[in-house]
């Protein structure tokens, strides 16, 4: 997409500054806090740190006092606001054609997270998240991607659309029963990914006929705004990459195996086992590291518990979790977070 770091599109913070200060509120004060100016927004294709969009996002939650604020603008947006990927899920004859599109733009669209659009029995799993652990707390990210998206699926197909449940990697706030409302949906927190579940039916539901040279348009200026970037669902991180994706919209959900994976992203079990051994790993190497690294994120939340973690990470047996802590970190689940509670 023509940039060496972490970002997404002008367009898109725009889009949110104008609905927010569309409650009476100018944005000026928070543009100058997290250090974005006015040539950056001028461009609707140029590029803004990641880190920058979610700190506006924070602040501005911080500001207004509305702990939920990034999942209200989520809710306002419509298709357009989503620039040309926007569209093309809007203009999609169902939620699993439109959904499949956008997320094999959305990575080479926007650096720095992975989107991913999985089947799961019979599940469809929409994934979210910011590719740098290190980028936290980023709770305004989360629920206004999850929202927006919720919101264009909406107003592309049915007023009437909700996913069977949402999840986010973050504790819960006060109230979660507002997100409950919003979405409609029961909420899950302290999960590994962001997530919406929507059922298959739901989703493979025709409910418009294509049109075709429209799409294709639009899609090939897609493929020109990613420039060097790929569509094929790898991404710039390889298959390695686009199979830590996967895990990460399956895990706690299903069994992680290598033929759910190599299906997720259409390849045969050997053709993925090749490609990961070529890139120096594996899947179960890839599933471990996967788990560490969410299992560290989820014991650092307050009032972590150590069988909720290895529940959402998939373990059936919270003793399975406690020795594959032990042999990555050689202290137990608890110890891990007496260590984090009391620094």
Do not use: C, K
Not at 1 to 21: K, P, W, Y
Not at 161 to 187: I, Q, T
Not at 279 to 287: D, P, Q
Request: hydrophobic share 45%; net charge neutral.
């Amino acid at each position: 997409m023509g940039t060496a770091f972490a970002a997404v599109r002008a367009s898109f913070l725009t889009a949110l500054i104008d609905r927010f200060e569309a409650q009476g509120r100018s944005a000026q004060p928070l543009l100058n806090r997290t250090g974005i100016s006015a040539a950056q927004l001028s461009d609707p294709y140029g590029a803004i740190p990641l880190p920058l969009f979610v700190d506006f996002l924070e602040a501005a939650a911080e500001v207004s006092g509305d702990p939920i604020l990034g999942a209200r603008i989520g809710s306002e947006l419509a298709a357009a606001d989503m620039g040309p990927a926007g569209l093309i899920l809007s203009l999609s004859a169902s939620i699993e054609r439109g959904m499949s599109r956008i997320a094999r733009y959305a990575n080479a669209l926007q650096s720095g997270t992975q989107s991913q659009w999985v089947l799961d029995q019979d599940t469809f799993v929409f994934s979210y998240r910011i590719s740098d652990s290190a980028l936290w707390p980023r709770r305004q990210d989360a629920e206004f991607s999850l929202s927006s998206t919720t919101q264009v699926i909406r107003d592309s197909f049915s007023s009437r659309f909700a996913p069977v449940e949402v999840h986010f990697e973050h504790a819960a706030g006060a109230d979660p029963s507002v997100l409950e409302r919003l979405f409609r949906a029961p909420v899950r927190y302290r999960q590994p990914i962001n997530r919406l579940l929507v059922a298959r039916q739901d989703a493979e539901r025709v409910l418009r006929q294509e049109d075709t040279g429209l799409l294709a348009a639009l899609e090939r200026h897609v493929r020109d705004l990613m420039g060097d970037g790929d569509d094929t669902g790898t991404g710039a991180g390889g298959t390695a990459e686009a199979a830590r994706a996967v895990i990460d919209a399956s895990l706690g959900l299903s069994v992680v195996t290598l033929d759910r994976v190599a299906a997720a992203l259409h390849m045969g079990p050997r053709t993925l086992q090749r490609r990961l051994a070529a890139e120096g790993t594996s899947l179960r190497a890839l599933v471990d590291d996967i788990r560490y690294r969410r299992a560290a994120r989820l014991l650092a939340l307050p009032g972590a518990r150590v069988g909720h973690v290895a529940q959402a990470l998939g373990y059936t047996d919270p003793t399975a979790f406690w020795r594959a802590w032990r042999g990555w970190t050689g202290e137990t689940p608890s110890e891990t977070r007496r260590s984090v509670t009391s620094r």
